[in-house]
């Protein structure tokens, strides 16, 4: 509502658009339309001059943004894995952040540049973008294969202590076998 600190206003009115009839404002107006619009004010006062009409921009976002792509430095077994993250897109409000968790029960952390995988196994890697407006993408998902663990000597199911070899020395026709002196 506006203000006429002389003989008082006596009405309010706005307008969805600049070549839309002017409707007497009574209730709060509910915008629901996805997209921009332009939304204009004025007052009238009990002579009926009409203020100097104002305006606002209301934006309404309820698309979900795409979900973002993910890339490893390795699809292949790796001690450890770089993953980049290209954003999802959004035409609306734009793209607020994008985040990863490792695992269905890992927590969600904001991507802010290259992130090291490094826990050993498959590890499934979720993505998801979310817009301005507060909107999350269908999420995305790449696998991570991280052998970090040095392999180990076993012999039966037992850890081998030591192991000799016989020296092969080659005489020309193929490789003979020589015992050890000790």
Not at 55 to 61: H, K, L, N, Q
């Amino acid at each position: 509502n506006g203000v006429d600190s002389g003989i008082g206003v006596l009405r309010s009115q706005y307008r969805l658009s600049s070549s839309a009839a002017w409707i007497d404002y009574n209730d709060p107006v509910l915008i629901t339309t996805e997209g921009q619009t332009t939304v204009f004010a004025q007052s009238i006062d009990r002579l009926g001059k009409a203020s100097q009409p104002i305006s606002a921009v209301v934006r309404i976002d309820k698309s979900k943004p795409t979900a973002p792509t993910a890339t490893l430095s390795s699809v292949e077994w790796t001690p450890s894995a770089t993953l980049i993250v290209t954003h999802g897109t959004d035409l609306r409000s734009g793209i607020l952040k994008s985040q990863y968790k490792i695992g269905e029960k890992g927590e969600w952390q904001d991507y802010n540049g290259t992130t090291n995988i490094t826990n050993n196994g498959e590890n499934t890697i979720f993505l998801q973008s979310i817009d301005m407006a507060g909107n999350t993408s269908p999420l995305a998902q790449v696998v991570a294969k991280i052998d970090n663990l040095k392999p180990s000597h076993r012999s039966n199911g037992s850890v081998v202590q030591s192991v000799r070899i016989h020296a092969c020395h080659a005489w020309g026709r193929g490789f003979e076998s020589r015992p050890d002196r000790n």
